[in-house]
C-alpha cells in the first residue's frame, strides 16, 4: 500500500505542510512530521515542503490493466425526453475520444426511443446501445442498473460518463460497486493525460474551497459523474452516421417499484437545468419579497433559488434551496437577493459564471464571490430592475 | 425491526475558513461534527422506531478514533447501540472502498429491516456511499428520500425528490435509504440521553473482527486516487455600482443584457 512517507534526515519539523494539509492529517511530534491515520495520501503536502521530505511510497507491483475502449455517455431520459446534460457529456466525450482515438458510445434505456437514438449520433455518438422496452419507460434503480452493469461488463468500455443528475447520482454508484470500479462525483474537469492515457477527473471538495484531481489507474471503465451546465452541449450534425445496437432486457427480480411519478413545482425551480437562478435570503424579509423575487426571474426568464435562512423560515420550499444542504447549482448568472453569503451558501453556488451581489451590507461575504456588487435595498433595486429590464 | 444508521464525523464547515497567504484551508482548532445530513437520518431512524413501538437503532461509522464522539451524540439522541470500524488498514479509503467496510459491519450486526444515511457527506460531497452500500448489501434502494409514507412489516413507501417533483418508491425491505434535510427535524439530545451515551460502551471493530479482504479496505481496496489537491483560484475582483437605486439597476440590467 503506498503512503506519504517522511525522510526525518531531511525533515525540519517546519509544520508547513501541517498548514497545506486540507484534511488536518499532519502533527509535528519532537520536530519531525508525523502523517497520521486520517491522510488520504493526496499529496498537497508533498508540494508544500520546501526540503524535499515528503514523498509517495512506491505503490505495489501494479496488476495489470483491463482492456477497454470507448468514451462512453449515459443518456438519461425522463418521459421520453434526452436530459438536457447528455448532449454535454457527448460534447466532452468526442473530445475525449479524439485524444484517446476511440469511439463515443451513448447508452439509452427507455420506450419508443428509436428518434431520440438517431439524435444522439447527430450529437456526436458513433453508436447507441438502445434498450427499447416498456418497462423501461421510467426510469428503476435496480432495472437500469442491471442492465447497465452488464452491458459495461460485456463491451468493456474505457470511460463512462453519467449526468451528476437525481438519476445519475443515484445509478452510478450502484453500477460502480456492481461492476467493481471507481467513480469520481460531480466533475467539473476531465481530461485525458498524454503520457499516462488516464483521464484525470477534476471535482469540487470541502464545499467548492479545494479542487481534487482523481485517476482510477487499475480499474475499468473509469467512472464520473459530471456537473449539468459544466461542459459545451455538441452541435447537432443530422449528416452524422452511426450504428444503433438493440439490446436485449435483463431479467431481474425486482424489490422495489415506482407507485408515482409526481411533477409538483412550478417552472421556476428546475434549479440544475436553469441557465438563470435568481436567489433570495433573510433580506428578503417575508413569503411577499419572495413574490417580488418571482418577478425578478421572470422578467429575466430564470429559476428562484433561495439561501437555507428564507428555506427554514418557511418563505419558501426546500427543492429552492442552494448550499450545502440544498442544491449546488452552476448557471450562467446568479443573482443573490438579501444573501449575506454564508459559506455554506457559497458553497452551493460559487462556481456560476456570473454572480450578481444586491445587499445593504457592504462586508457580506457574498460580495467577495461576486463579479458585480450593489450597496443597496432590494426593495428599491429590486423593483428598479424589473422595470429596467421590461 | 434493527434500523442501521451510518454517519460520519466531519470537519464543521461553519468553522474551516481560508488562510489568504497561504490559499488553504486552516482546520486549525476546527470541531468535527456529525455531517448534518447524518443527523436527519438518527431522527428519521428514531421516528420509525418510535411508530412500529419496537426494534433497534444502531448507528455504524467507520473513521478513526476520534468518531467515537459522534457515535456517542447519536446515542445521546436516542439510538440503542453504536459500532465504530476503525483500523488503520481502513484509513484513505473511497465511496467504494468505505462501502465495502461498511457492509461487512452491517453483516457482523446481523439481521436488519432499513440501513438510513445521509444523501451525502458535507466534506467530500460524493454521495456515493448509501447506493454503493446498498449495492454491496444487495437490497434495493431510493435516494434523496424527502418522507417515508409508510412502513409495515415487508415494505416501505418513500417520497424520493426529483428535479421536478418527485416519485412515490415502495422498496421490499430490507432496504436502504438516503434521506434530504427535508424530512424531519432532528431532535436535540435530552439530559438523560447524554448520560446514557456516557455511560454506553462503543465496541470498535477493526479487519480482525469483520468478514473482509484486506485488499479491498482502505487505500488498498480503492480504486480511485487523489493525485492532486489545489485551492480554486479566487482573482475575482467585484465590481461595485454606485448610485441610486435607479442608476444601480440601470447599470446591472445594462450588463445583464451582454450576459443573457
Known sequence: MGGIKVDLDLCTGCSVCADHCPFGAIEVKDDKAVITDICTICGACIDSCSFGALSREAEEAASPVPDSSGVWVFAEQIGGAIAPVVYELLGEARKLAESTGSEVGAVLFGSSMQDAANDLIAYGADRVYLLD??????????????????????????????????????????????????LTADCTGLAVNPETGLLEQTRPAFGGNIMATIICPRHRPQMATVRPKVFQAAPKDPARKGEIVNLKSPEVALRSRLLERVREQAENVNLDEADIIVAGGRGLADEKGFKLLSELAE?????????????????????????????????????ACGISGAIQHLAGMQSAETIVAINKNPDAPIFQVAHYGIVGDVFEVIPALIRELK | ??????????????????????????????????????????????????????????????????????????????????????????????????????????AKLGEFGLVICGKQAIDGDTAQVGPSLAEQLDVPHATYVRKVQSLEDNKIVVERMTEDGYEVIELALPALITVLKDINQPRLPSLKGKMRAKKAEIPVWGKEDLDVDEKLCGLAGSPTQVVKIFTPERTRECRLIEGSAEEQAKVLASELKKII
Request: aromatic content about 6%.
Open chain 2, 1 to 106: 425491526m434493527q434500523i442501521i444508521v451510518c454517519l460520519k464525523q466531519v470537519p464543521d464547515t461553519t468553522e474551516v475558513r481560508i488562510n489568504p497567504e497561504t490559499n488553504t484551508l486552516m482546520r486549525e482548532g476546527v470541531a468535527s461534527v456529525i455531517n448534518p445530513f447524518d443527523m436527519y437520518a438518527i431522527e428519521e431512524a428514531l421516528r420509525i422506531k418510535e411508530s412500529l413501538g419496537e426494534g433497534e437503532v444502531t448507528v455504524l461509522s467507520m473513521g478513526p478514533p476520534q468518531a467515537e464522539a459522534s457515535l456517542r451524540e447519536a446515542l445521546s439522541m436516542g439510538a440503542d447501540k453504536a459500532v465504530l470500524l476503525s483500523d488503520r488498514a481502513f484509513a484513505g479509503a473511497d465511496s467504494l472502498a468505505t462501502a465495502y467496510t461498511l457492509a461487512a459491519g452491517v
Open chain 1, 133 to 182: 422496452d416498456a418497462i423501461f419507460a421510467d426510469y428503476h434503480d435496480e432495472l437500469y442498473a442491471a442492465a447497465l452493469a452488464d452491458l459495461i461488463q460485456e463491451e468493456k468500455p474505457e470511460i463512462m460518463l453519467l449526468g451528476a443528475t437525481t438519476i445519475g447520482r443515484s445509478l452510478a454508484p450502484r453500477v460502480a460497486a456492481r461492476v467493481g470500479t471507481g
Open chain 1, 299 to 335: 422578467a429575466l426568464g430564470g429559476a428562484v433559488g433561495a439561501s437555507r435562512a428564507a428555506v427554514d423560515a418557511g418563505w419558501i420550499s426546500y427543492p429552492h434551496q442552494v448550499g450545502q444542504t440544498g442544491k449546488t447549482v452552476s448557471p450562467k448568472l446568479y443573482i
